[in-house]
């Protein structure tokens, strides 16, 4: 039928092409690409020859329009130079403009860096963010990453091989010195996935940059050790907190050092504090 295809494309070995997505390009009548040249050599491993256009950052409008006319009567695929269209790259403006004209989209799912590289790393996936890439920029960058510091899950960025040694020392100065993961070259020969702190993992790439496509991965925060607490404990560590801070940050301090209700340790502390 008619309408927007959005195609994954593999990312490294061109052997992860799904049949139905080698299917869906030789059927094309026109291939929106983010590189014709890197989408040429797909095309030629399945033997195929299809129109191209390019389509990627510096598109404008009027390329996106171009390309919602033909959607009305053609069959229009979009894919970027590897892996899953609007991962980290400009497709969502065309998807959205198909959808408001009243285009058919369909998804060809397949071969993403992201996902892939999470099933290497051994950290946890029950719950990750992805951010792309950082800002160049190191207040840019730090202040990104600050954004991320207590978000209780996995954190996946994607990285450059001259950028990522100073990457890595800024995530380690941002999150301090967690479990995290460089993956690089995903399918390829030379894949592979290098664990360990941060700080380790910037000391290693510090002289030696590698190359290829590479995968960030930083483990969520550590659960901080709670006390146990008695009553005398607890009443002990209020009258030391007392001694230095206001009634309200006390408590709070007590509440978060033994794992305890916040209000409860608050009364506890008024109470303490009326019969000094």
Do not use: W
């Not at 950082?134 to 996946?156: C, G, H, Q, Y």
């Not at 206001?246 to 109470?271: E, T």
């Amino acid at each position: 039928m008619p309408g927007l295809y959005i195609v994954a494309t593999p990312i490294g070995n061109l052997g992860d092409i799904t049949p139905r997505a080698a299917a869906v390009l030789a059927r094309a009548d026109v291939i929106a690409a983010e590189d014709t040249r890197v989408t040429a050599k797909l095309l030629a491993h399945l033997g195929l020859r299809v129109p191209m256009t390019p389509y990627h950052d510096h598109s404008d409008e009027r390329a996106r329009a171009a390309l919602v006319a033909r959607m009305a009567d053609e069959v229009v695929v979009l894919v970027s130079d590897a892996g899953t269209p609007l991962i980290s790259d400009p497709g969502y403006k065309l998807v959205r403009d198909a959808r408001g004209a009243g285009r058919a989209i369909t998804t060809l799912p397949g071969p993403c860096a992201a996902i892939a590289a999470i099933t290497l790393s051994g950290l946890p996936s029950d719950r990750f963010l992805f951010a792309g890439f950082l800002p160049n920029k190191a207040k840019a960058r730090a202040d990104t990453i600050a954004e991320f510091a207590a978000l209780r899950a996995t954190l996946v960025f994607y990285e450059s091989g001259p950028r990522l040694a100073a990457t890595l020392t800024a995530l380690a100065a941002g999150l301090g010195n967690r479990e995290a993961a460089v993956a690089r070259e995903i399918s390829k020969l030379y894949e592979e996935c290098v664990t360990g702190p941060l700080d380790d993992l910037a000391a290693r790439y510090a002289d030696a940059p590698p190359k290829g496509e590479i995968v960030v991965m930083v483990g969520p925060p550590q659960e901080q050790a709670v006390e146990a607490a008695d009553d005398d404990a607890i009443d002990a560590a209020l009258r030391e907190a007392l001694d230095e801070q206001p009634v309200a940050k006390a408590a709070k301090a007590v509440a978060k050092r033994f794992g305890l209700d916040r209000h409860a340790v608050y009364a506890r502390a008024l109470a303490l504090k009326d019969r000094a």
